[in-house]
T-cell receptor
Framework: AQSVTQPDIHITVSEGASLELRCNYS??????LFWYVQSPGQGLQLLLK??????LVQGIKGFEAEFKRSQSSFNLRKPSVHWSDAAEYFC????????????FGTGTSLTVIP | NAGVMQNPRHLVRRRGQEARLRCSPM?????VYWYRQLPEEGLKFMVY????????ESGMPKERFSAEFPKEGPSILRIQQVVRGDSAAYFC????????????FGQGTRLTVV
């Protein structure tokens, strides 16, 4: 069965520190992979996506993610966190070639302290 | 170009009433997806529609829930005879195409059943 695991429910980092949010998935084939960010009371905004090719993908707001097939992981990273990055982050996988029916992880809540 | 518009933003219904949630996709988008987010959980895919057609309803509860996307007008998610367990945030997303096209999310409708 398809599933997405975000093992860290909540992470706190200091402003300016580096960040890594973990995501592991279980899927029958290599899916499409996504990271979304949700600010309180808002919808989801796409940070980055992976379909194929280069396994290191760059996104908006200085985020990047690396697809590791051997580990079934798609971890999100940022070298220096800003206070405005505080939000909920969701990893999602989608079936290749059939649309945007995603499986979402349960999310990681990020707190940034000054 | 306005984003995905959902209304109402907040909806309160008594048990047994009907809830109607509306989603107007972005201009030029003909693919609509509905997701449900229960408290402390990630988003769960419900249904995928293209104009006048249901493409994938594998995530829809078998009873009381229905969705439509008519030729004219917004997509509607309808919940009949609501129960407390239906209380959640319901998000709509739209995309221009089916494959490898970004899905844009609305701000959601927060349904509370009292």
């Amino acid at each position: 069965a398809q599933s997405v695991t975000q093992p860290d429910i909540h992470i706190t980092v200091s402003e300016g520190a580096s960040l890594e949010l973990r995501c592991n998935y279980s899927y029958g084939a290599t899916p499409y992979l996504f990271w979304y960010v949700q600010s309180p009371g808002q919808g989801l905004q796409l940070l980055l996506k992976y379909f194929s090719g280069d396994t290191l993908v760059q996104g908006i707001k200085g985020f990047e993610a690396e697809f590791k097939r051997s580990q079934s992981s798609f971890n999100l990273r940022k070298p220096s966190v800003h206070w405005s990055d505080a939000a909920e982050y969701f990893c999602a996988v989608g079936p290749p070639n059939t649309g945007n029916q995603f499986y979402f992880g349960t999310g990681t809540s990020l707190t940034v302290i000054p | 170009n306005a984003g995905v518009m959902q209304n109402p933003r907040h909806l309160v219904r008594r048990r047994g009433q009907e809830a109607r949630l509306r989603c107007s996709p972005m201009k030029g988008h003909s693919h609509v997806y509905w997701y449900r987010q229960l408290p402390e959980e990630g988003l769960k895919f419900m249904v995928y529609l293209q104009k006048e057609n249901i493409i994938d309803e594998s995530g829809m509860p078998k009873e009381r829930f229905s969705a439509e996307f008519p030729k004219e007008g917004p997509s509607i998610l309808r919940i009949q005879q609501v129960v407390r367990g239906d209380s959640a945030a319901y998000f709509c997303a739209s995309s221009q195409g089916q494959v490898r096209t970004e899905a844009f999310f609305g701000q959601g409708t927060r349904l509370t059943v009292v």
